[in-house]
T-cell receptor, first 113, second 112 residues
Framework: AQSVTQLDSQVPVFEEAPVELRCNYS??????LFWYVQYPNQGLQLLLK??????LVKGINGFEAEFNKSQTSFHLRKPSVHISDTAEYFC???????????FGKGTTLSVSS | EPEVTQTPSHQVTQMGQEVILRCVPI?????FYWYRQILGQKVEFLVS????????KSEIFDDQFSVERPDGSNFTLKIRSTKLEDSAMYFC??????????FGQGTRLTVV
């Protein structure tokens, strides 16, 4: 079965610093990967996705992620974070049957001034 | 912009009672999902629904749970006899193809 591991449960950073949120997935023939963001008391919003093509994927709010097949990783990055980026970030992979997204445990990004 | 809407936003119920959580998916979407997030934990898949039948369900989705698409717009999750451990945020999602899912704002279910 597909699975996702988010290695960091909490990432505290200062405003304007770069950040990387790590995500590793279990290997598969083909893989579709997603990053979702959850702001306090809100639902999940898609940040970006990798379905095929370029391994560097750009998303909303200045985030990007790189699909690395050899390392089975899909790390999320932002060169300069804002206070408003404080949220829970979830990495997800589509299961083999294509019928469900399987989520990681989430990483809490806390940005302070 | 089209969105997935869920009602109610918050539901409090007594243990053993039945609850129905309602969702209106995006109108041209064909795949529908329910997820659950217990406070402080990860988002867990419950069930996916396509072509008027369940396409996949997790081990969490036992006989106490059921889903229905009673008309062309609503997608409901029913919990027959709620338990304390059913307290969670329940998210509905829909997609027009297998992959990117759009999520609702969630229903916070509190079982007392």
């Amino acid at each position: 079965a597909q699975s996702v591991t988010q290695l960091d449960s909490q990432v505290p950073v200062f405003e304007e610093a770069p950040v990387e949120l790590r995500c590793n997935y279990s290997s598969s023939v083909s893989v579709y990967l997603f990053w979702y963001v959850q702001y306090p008391n809100q639902g999940l919003q898609l940040l970006l996705k990798y379905l095929s093509g370029s391994t560097l994927v750009k998303g909303i709010n200045g985030f990007e992620a790189e699909f690395n097949k050899s390392q089975t990783s899909f790390h999320l990055r932002k060169p300069s974070v804002h206070i408003s980026d404080t949220a829970e970030y979830f990495c997800a992979v589509l299961n083999q049957a294509g019928t469900a997204l399987i989520f990681g445990k989430g990483t809490t990004l806390s940005v302070s001034s | 912009e089209p969105e997935v809407t869920q009602t109610p936003s918050h539901q409090v119920t007594q243990m053993g009672q039945e609850v129905i959580l309602r969702c209106v998916p995006i109108s041209n979407h064909l795949y529908f999902y329910w997820y659950r997030q217990i406070l402080g934990q990860k988002v867990e898949f419950l069930v996916s629904f396509y072509n008027n039948e369940i396409s996949e369900k997790s081990e969490i989705f036992d006989d106490q749970f059921s889903v229905e698409r009673p008309d062309g717009s609503n997608f409901t999750l029913k919990i027959r006899s709620t338990k304390l451990e059913d307290s969670a945020m329940y998210f509905c999602a829909s997609s027009d193809q297998r992959g990117e899912a759009f999520f609702g704002q969630g229903t916070r279910l509190t079982v007392v």
